[in-house]
């Protein structure tokens, strides 16, 4: 029940090369819908416009519904938009749909505390320590390859100092390499920015990853807040995936979402959008910090990889007490 797969949202409006590109129902203003307004022959696509800036020419198409997620999230916007729904049109029992929305809120806390609480401990445990050796490493580096003739750069916490002159000036000398402990020297060349081509690759598709994250984010708020017409009664939410006569979604159908009131996207924006957004942004600060403090490549790869089990939390949480 409440299921992601059943609840579908209109395409965004969006702009590519010259041309706008958006639903044909988001360009009839900011009217109410009603379960009936945008009644198709078949409701599985919805009938889009693509129109020069000029006003030259214009194009009619179909463009497909999205299905929310099957995350914690997606099963979060489905239970409020299909309870609420139901709740406003005097179906099913009160109580029930007051504690399933209270339920899945519950599990939505649940997944965005245990993420926020991983990025706490992941900066206080593993990135703070790995930043503090690197930073040791490489000021002994420092200090030795310009034999001593350096200045401070930061005393407090880790001493860090810089060669004068740097790797041009006067006193930088290969061959005083020599002087470091083999430990020291194998620290020196493990520094992930030894290698640059190579670590740039892996942190760039660690940014694509949380960029990703992001860029869902995005399109939700603009699909769900943006577009989606703003109505004064839940009642007129939904429509049916298929047509049906008495224009009611059943519990057990798909059903396409045409447009919210202000309350459910003031909650949606606050207990789903904002959460998300907050920690894919911190989990991407934190994981290039980190990854750039790894002590060696092979690290730096399985860092990469064991930093998305915080994105894949709400996944998790889905697959283990999502009802079937």
Not at 58 to 74: A, H, I, R, S, V
Not at 122 to 140: E, G, M, N, S
Not at 176 to 195: G, K, M, W
Request: hydrophobic share 45%; net charge neutral.
């Amino acid at each position: 029940r409440g299921s992601p797969r059943r609840l579908a949202v209109r395409p965004l409006m969006y702009h590519t090369a010259g041309f706008w590109k958006c639903p044909a129902s988001s360009m009839a203003g900011a009217r109410n819908l009603s379960v009936d307004s945008h009644r198709r022959e078949d409701a599985k696509d919805s009938e889009s416009t693509v129109c020069s800036w000029d006003g030259s020419f214009t194009l009619t198409g179909k463009w497909p519904n999205m299905p929310l997620e099957q995350d914690t999230f997606g099963m979060t916007i489905c239970c409020l938009v299909r309870d609420f729904y139901y709740l406003s049109r005097g179906k099913g029992t009160e109580w029930n749909r007051y504690s399933r929305m209270l339920t899945t809120m519950f599990i939505l806390a649940l997944c965005v505390l245990l993420q926020i609480f991983l990025l706490f401990q992941v900066k206080h445990f593993v990135c703070a320590k790995a930043v503090h050796d690197i930073r040791i490493a490489y000021d002994a580096f420092e200090s030795a390859m310009h034999g001593g003739h350096t200045s401070d750069l930061i005393t407090e916490a880790v001493l860090e100092r810089r060669g004068i002159g740097g790797p041009t000036g006067p006193h930088w000398n290969v061959s005083l390499f020599n002087t470091l402990t083999e430990d020291e020297q194998a620290a020196a060349c493990r520094i992930p920015l030894s290698q640059p081509v190579f670590f740039f690759g892996v942190l760039y598709i660690w940014t694509l990853t949380c960029i990703s994250e992001v860029r869902k984010c995005k399109d939700l708020a603009e699909s769900l807040v943006l577009q989606a017409a703003t109505i004064e009664d839940m009642a007129g939410s939904l429509e049916p995936a298929e047509d049906d006569s008495d224009g009611f979604c059943k519990d057990t159908e798909e059903a396409l979402l045409v447009g919210l009131t202000r309350r459910v996207k003031a909650i949606i924006v606050l207990a789903v959008l904002v959460p998300r957004f907050v920690v894919a942004s911190v989990l991407l600060w934190i994981g290039c910090r980190w990854l750039l403090a790894t002590a060696t490549f092979s690290d730096l790869i399985l860092n990469a990889v064991a930093l998305e089990f915080v994105l894949g939390v709400k996944d998790l949480l889905y697959m283990a007490v999502m009802p079937r």
